[in-house]
């Protein structure tokens, strides 16, 4: 009989006891070798540039406020009343198990390693190389020995690599107190997971809300739309959110990627649906992981908000290495 090698736990709504699977009603995202072999047939021609530029940032060592530094794909520097947490670490060259093969990156880096400030925490969404990279976490660990929050399962893998890592491990709907005043809620996502061949949906994926200095962040991984319904749910439970970081490439061909990467007139509308007084865009120009051309997504993302008669500077599509404070991402600007 298969057995999970991650995680031993309870049957839920979410877990069958081997597997973790999205929330009922919500769109299947497993895909066959089949459907892989149609999606590989069929690439369009549109090669992404070899190298991008990129001007590094030393971030400052605390922000009493809010600012968020894009280091490039699903990795932001988050600063938030004194404390500072990084998202899905990925410094490495390529998005893959191999060090010769997979994605490769084309921007270097928004922060270099060595001028990170001193860390709190790591959010940890999920399994897959391109959010979770075992060296970049050695190395963050190495030099901070920090808090990695993470969904049920993961710590599993990270710990047979830094068996001396702390954790901060929850179940979607739970919450972890990171520091006195920095409180960061799992919330669910829609998307999948896997490190090979035989471990599919064996570690749990989530979003996460950052509850800190009066504000909410919330920070979504890897997610598709769906039905809207986490989106709708976690505006009830938390309120209207202070900012949300949204995924907004990775997404075509949509009849693949639709149940688990949002495109950018999805991410408007999770913005709209958690009330969200700002945004950022994340997950593009970094690794070339799908069809669609390079900057596509900004493009596509500044004309859907005028297309809504919402003001863009609410939710700007960030490229590595720039910096926004809240004030300067149109806070006070309504998006509704």
Known sequence: ?????????????????????????????????????????????NPWPKSVAVKPVVP?????????????????????????????PVWSDRASPLSFAGPRRICAPGVALADLPPLDAVLLSHNHYDHL?????????????LLIVTPLGNDYIVRKHISAARFGVGDWGDSIEVAPGLKVHIVPALHWSSRGWRDRRMALWAGFVI??????????????????????????????MDLAIIPI????????????????????????????????????????????????????????LVARGIDPTCFPALRAGETRDLSFIGLEASVM
């Open 1 to 45: 009989m298969p057995k999970n090698r991650y995680y031993n736990g309870p049957v839920t709504d979410h877990f069958d006891g081997l597997r973790f699977h999205n929330l009922r009603d919500e769109p299947e995202t497993d895909r066959s070798l089949r459907d892989v072999m149609r999606w590989k047939r069929n690439v369009p021609d």
């Open 60 to 88: 400052d060592d605390r922000v009493d406020g809010l600012r968020v530094t894009m280091i490039g794909h699903a990795t932001l520097l988050i600063q938030i009343g004194g404390y500072n947490l990084v998202t899905d």
């Open 133 to 145: 990279d075992i060296a970049t976490l050695e190395a963050i660990h190495s030099r901070h020995h």
């Open 211 to 240: 509850e800190a200095a009066g504000r909410l962040v919330y920070f979504a991984g890897d997610t598709g739309y769906g039905t809207g319904g986490i989106f709708r749910r976690m505006r009830d439970r938390f309120g209207p």
């Open 249 to 304: 490439g990775a997404y075509d061909p949509r009849w693949f990627m639709a149940a688990q990467h949002t495109d950018p007139e999805e991410a408007i509308q999770i913005m709209l649906d958690l009330e969200a007084r700002a945004a950022i865009g994340m997950h593009w120009g970094a690794f070339k992981l799908t069809d669609e051309p390079w900057d596509e997504p900004r493009t596509r993302l500044q004309a859907g």
